[in-house]
């Protein structure tokens, strides 16, 4: 029986940490949600900031809320116009990713690291990832289905969390190849 999910594309985007976000916007500005996100307690926000690397600089939107470490999730196109190397990692795991500087409207934030291009991945809960029979970590390919570009793509992580109900998390490079719309559904392979 195959086990599928929604796919949903994240734009680049940017999180940050409240000390960061104070620097950029001014000590007593807020964060304000735009739109909840499918994850429970993320949100969108109102505020822009600018996020400028060798060759360009582009507007980019603040998830929210704060985080520990202020990061940059770029696509491999993102990267490349901004000129930086950004690495394929999960969320978080930002040690020797690339540098950047970010400018908001009241000063700037010169990051030593932070920018990475997202690794694609499964939201799933655990009474979920036990129906499907995958374990949190676990590598696994999943097959989308288009009008013109259905496309199986590898090395997709599983995250186990209750946040939310399974979901793939896809940017936009990984979105236009496949296709994606939407209402685009992933198909679970196990490798
Ligand atoms: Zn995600």
Redesign the pocket.
């Known amino acids: 029986m195959s086990y599928t999910f929604p796919v ?1 594309t ?1 734009a680049r985007h940017v999180h940050l940490t409240a000390e960061d976000f104070a620097t950029l916007f001014g000590a007593d500005a807020q964060l304000t949600v735009k739109k909840e996100l499918s ?1 429970k307690g993320q949100f969108a926000s109102n505020e822009k900031i600018t996020v400028v690397g060798p060759k360009s600089q582009t507007t980019m939107s603040i998830l929210g809320p704060f985080r520990s470490k202020s990061q940059v999730e770029v696509s491999a196109t993102d990267a490349r116009s901004l000129g930086l190397k950004a690495p394929v990692r999960l ?1 978080g795991d930002l040690a020797g990713s690339a540098p950047c500087k970010l400018v908001g409207p009241a000063g700037e934030v010169e990051l030593n690291e932070g920018v990475i291009v ?1 690794k694609r ?1 499964l ?1 799933i809960s655990a009474a979920e990832a036990e129906k499907a029979n995958v374990a949190n970590g676990e590598v696994i390919m999943v097959k989308i289905s288009s009008a013109d570009r259905s496309l199986i793509f590898d090395d997709v992580e599983v ?1 186990i969390g209750e946040g939310c109900d399974a ?1 793939m ?1 896809v940017d936009t490079d990984e979105s236009n190849a496949a296709g994606c719309t939407p209402a685009s559904v992933g198909e679970l392979i196990k490798k």
Do not use: L
Request: glycine fraction near 0%; proline fraction near 0%; hydrophobic fraction near 20%.
């Open positions: 949903e994240s994850i969320s997202a991945h939201h995250r979901t998390h």
